[in-house]
């Protein structure tokens, strides 16, 4: 399985992006799927999950402003981001979990930088 994040770029404060992450092979179940985001120095942060049954679970400091969503069609997880903040700016990677804590699948990281 192979994850391939896109979508992130340079936006100015209170401007949206939208993320996507294609994923190749065979993922028959999961238990979440999700996005995470780190700043050099800093440990990963949870952004956004989004559960085998459909329920979703964001960081405190996206609520109200990220919406995960998932095409199963496509193998294609999105997320859109709007009203950015330069507090926002992160390499954004996706994950699928299939075993808690015993298997995962990482995409390579996408660039979101906000400008004030």
């Known amino acids: 399985v192979q994850l391939q994040a896109s979508g992130g770029g340079v936006v100015q404060a209170g401007g949206s992006l939208r993320l996507s992450c294609v994923a190749t092979g065979s993922i028959f179940s999961f238990n979440h799927m999700g996005w995470y985001r780190q700043v050099p120095g800093k440990q990963r942060e949870l952004v956004a999950v989004i559960n085998d049954d459909g329920s979703t679970n964001y960081g405190d400091s996206v609520k109200d402003r990220f919406a995960i969503s998932r095409d199963n069609a496509k193998n294609t997880m999105y997320l859109q981001m709007n009203s950015l903040k330069p507090e926002d700016t992160a390499a954004y990677y996706c994950?699928?979990?299939?075993?808690?804590?015993?298997?995962?699948?990482w995409g390579q990281g996408t660039q979101v930088t906000v400008s004030s």
């Open positions: 994950n699928v979990e299939v075993v808690p804590g015993l298997l995962d699948y």
